[in-house]
Nanobody, 124 residues
Framework: VQLQASGGGSVQAGDSLRLSCVAS????????VGWFRQVPGKDRVHVAT????????SYAEFVEGRFTISRDNEKSSLFLQMNNLKPEDSAVYYC??????????????????WGQGTLVTVSS
């Protein structure tokens, strides 16, 4: 599954952004998908995951209550609504699809297809 992320930008603390990720194949509907983020010099970390039908989600503790992951299987799309952004949320955000159909995970190693990343910069 090929993925393309968009929606990043430069915002002020407290603002909102909505990231989008579009898949090239309908097979997207068979995979759990998620968002990860990475800052220079550090490992890529999990932000949120959503299961195949969109009925179950997992969030990193540092975004709980501020970010919402969702998907539209009809449009093979994934979203991340980010509210009340903080400077520490600044990172390159990646969307990803699980390696295996109908499986679920939160580790970067669980995911086999990655989008190109979209940069989010939050200033104080």
């Amino acid at each position: 599954v090929q993925l393309q992320a968009s929606g990043g930008g430069s915002v002020q603390a407290g603002d909102s952004l909505r990231l989008s990720c579009v898949a090239s194949e309908r097979a997207f509907n068979q995979y759990a998908v998620g968002w990860f983020r990475q800052v220079p010099g550090k490992d890529r970390v999990h932000v949120a995951t959503i299961n195949t039908p969109g009925s179950a989600t997992s969030y990193a503790e540092f975004v709980e209550g501020r970010f919402t992951i969702s998907r539209d299987n009809e449009k093979s799309s994934l979203f991340l609504q980010m509210n009340n952004l903080k400077p520490e949320d600044s990172a390159v955000y990646y969307c990803a699809a699980h390696k295996f159909a109908y499986r679920y995970g939160i580790r970067p190693a669980d995911f086999g297809s990655w989008g190109q990343g979209t940069l989010v910069t939050v200033s104080s």
